[in-house]
């Protein structure tokens, strides 16, 4: 199947395949869609073939699995791939070809990790299962890196570049490294405070200025001790706080989920009105089925956030004793220190002596070791300070680039005929469109967000622009006029010289003179659960099947 350059307009009842087939676009070059491990698609055992035109060059690419191969216009293999954002995943290509390198932190270990193309193309695709009830959120995986939208969203929008995040990255290795030379100085200072003690312990010098000068050094080991000793009390402070902080909040969702299962109780009494007036206002509410859905859904909410806050509780507890035991033993370092420094006027034996010369060669050794140390960790904090230009963020271009996306955002909900959000619910780009907008309304309000998006990047952004696919906008039983509208506001929204793909289950509610009389029209006249027909595998596979072998030879 191929699709023109301009619109393209996919239509086919249920079942025939084209949800399948507008989601294995983007799946087929490395973008997870949702929904694509179902049973009955797994055991068909599919590939996937795509051709694309990427930097005006023709490219295809064969998908089975997590295996890619990368082939040229004349179908000659170019390069194979296993998976997709590991080294020597998909990734390696298409992002390359995107001049896409960004690295975000990673969900579970906190390290930083290789986004993949699926990031690249959020502003791309609506898809059908994910993407009409959340903004940029219609592929899998994305959860595998913390605040990924709100990240994706700022790159594309321009207001942190490309720039930002490699310094981002740099950054993070820096404060690896440095925290990694404050380990080894802490145990280098460590031994030297051992055979500092050791040398009192067995006196030094009988030379006076010899003596007062060791004596100096070992009351600033002292200072030093008495530094990490309030440094550990500081550390039990703040975990203490961490945890009272939390027990704050769970005692508030305790009493908020008791306060809604009372509401919800009053709620579902037979003797309970239909419109319920609050005592201390007088607004009145209705009491309906959805209402008191809506109380449930709130305790849920909240139920699900307690047992979050409640295992955060558990783990600062750990946290906790830990910096407790940790205060204590830096206690029990300084008092033995304290001990050294009243026994350093005891007796001298020519033994001492001698073992003491041995000491004072391994704590001037240590003392150098450790000037050699502060001198690397004071390089890579000024590498980290040279950093600082390009992670500040630019106030006056965030302040353009949002007031020209919320100028867009009220220029399309008008023109959806959507009348219910506040400004406050699109003030910020990374704002989740969902609190006023109910029914019918979030769906229009979702495509007028996922356009302001679009036309905020191509006007600030440097990403290039791809194909827009965009799967079954008539969502939530929109009426005839609002069907028109969501069609009309596509055709003339769309970027310019941009492909758009647009699958629907029927045009005909879209009155004529809205389609665009160069559209390109597609009916799928499949057998149910099926993306070919039977008539069209050989030609498939004569087509594809060679590609297929090269990519999985050895």
């Known amino acids: 199947m191929s699709f023109q350059f301009g619109i393209n307009i996919l239509t086919g009842e249920n079942d025939v395949g084209k949800s399948t087939l507008i989601k294995s676009l983007y799946h087929s070059i490395g973008a997870d869609a949702p929904q694509m491990n179902n ?109 990924y939208r709100k990240n994706m969203i700022e790159y594309h929008l321009g207001i942190r570049p490309q720039s930002y995040y490699d310094a981002k990255k740099k950054e993070m290795q820096f404060v690896e490294a440095k925290s990694s030379l404050q380990g080894e100085r802490n145990v280098l200072s460590t031994a030297l405070a051992t055979f500092q003690k050791r040398s009192s312990q067995i006196q030094v010098s009988l030379d006076p200025e010899a003596f007062k000068e060791e004596l100096e050094q070992l ?9 990490r000793q309030q440094d550990a009390l500081s550390n039990v402070k703040d975990v203490r ?42 607004t009145e509410f209705e009491n309906s089925f959805q209402e008191r859905f809506g109380l449930l859904d709130d305790v849920d909410y909240c139920r699900g956030i307690l047992d979050q806050r409640q295992k955060a509780r558990i783990e600062v507890s750990e946290k906790l004793d830990a910096a407790e035991r940790q205060y204590r033993s830096v206690g029990q370092e300084t008092q033995e220190m304290e001990l050294l420094l009243n026994r350093k ?26 000037a050699s140390k502060d001198e690397s960790i004071e390089e890579v904090q000024k590498s980290i300070d040279r950093l600082k230009a390009d992670l500040k963020l630019d106030s006056k271009r ?87 509208a969501i069609f009309k506001f596509i055709f003339s929204k769309v970027l310019d010289s941009q492909q758009l793909i647009l699958g629907t289950i029927s045009t005909e509610a879209v009155p004529d003179e809205t389609i665009p009389v160069n559209a390109n029209r597609i009916v799928l006249f499949n057998e149910k659960y099926s993306v070919l027909r039977h008539d069209q595998f050989s030609e498939a596979i004569s087509d594809v099947g060679e590609m297929h072998e090269l990519m999985l030879a050895t």
């Open 39 to 147: 049973t009955r698609w797994k055991r068909a055992k599919v590939f996937y073939c795509s051709e694309i035109i990427l930097n005006d060059e023709t490219y295809f690419i064969v998908r089975d699995g997590k295996h890619f191969g990368v082939f040229d216009a004349q179908k000659g293999m170019l390069s194979r791939h296993n998976g997709i954002s590991a080294e020597g995943g998909i990734a390696d290509f298409i992002c390359e070809q995107l001049g896409f390198n960004i690295e975000l932190e990673k969900s579970a270990d906190g390290n930083l990790g290789r986004a993949g193309p699926a990031f690249y193309f959020l502003p791309f695709y609506v898809d059908q299962d994910a993407g009409w009830t959340k903004s940029w959120e219609s592929f899998s995986g994305l959860q595998q890196f913390t605040s």
């Open 241 to 282: 706080n961490e945890r009272n902080g939390i027990d704050t909040d769970i005692a508030i969702l305790r009493r908020s989920i008791s306060e809604l299962s009372a509401d919800y109780e009053y709620a579902a009494r037979l003797e309970t009105p239909d419109v319920i007036g609050c005592p201390t206002c007088g």
């Open 398 to 484: 965030k302040k353009d680039i949002l007031e020209y996306y919320q100028s867009r955002m009220k220029e399309f909900l008008n023109a959806l005929n959507v009348f219910v959000l506040e400004e406050s619910d699109y003030a910020e780009p990374t704002k989740v469109i969902k609190n006023n907008a109910l029914g019918s309304d979030l769906p229009r309000a979702l495509l007028a967000q996922y356009f302001a998006l679009l036309h905020t990047m191509k006007k600030f952004g440097g990403t290039k622009v791809c194909p827009l696919i965009i799967d079954s906008p008539q969502q939530q039983e929109q009426d005839t006029s609002n069907v028109g």
């Open 345 to 370: 006027k005891s007796e001298v034996t020519l033994r001492d002596i001698v073992a003491s010369e041995g000491n004072k060669e391994m704590v001037v050794s240590l003392g150098a070791d450790i």
């Open 219 to 227: 009351v600033d080991a002292y200072n030093l001790q008495r530094a």
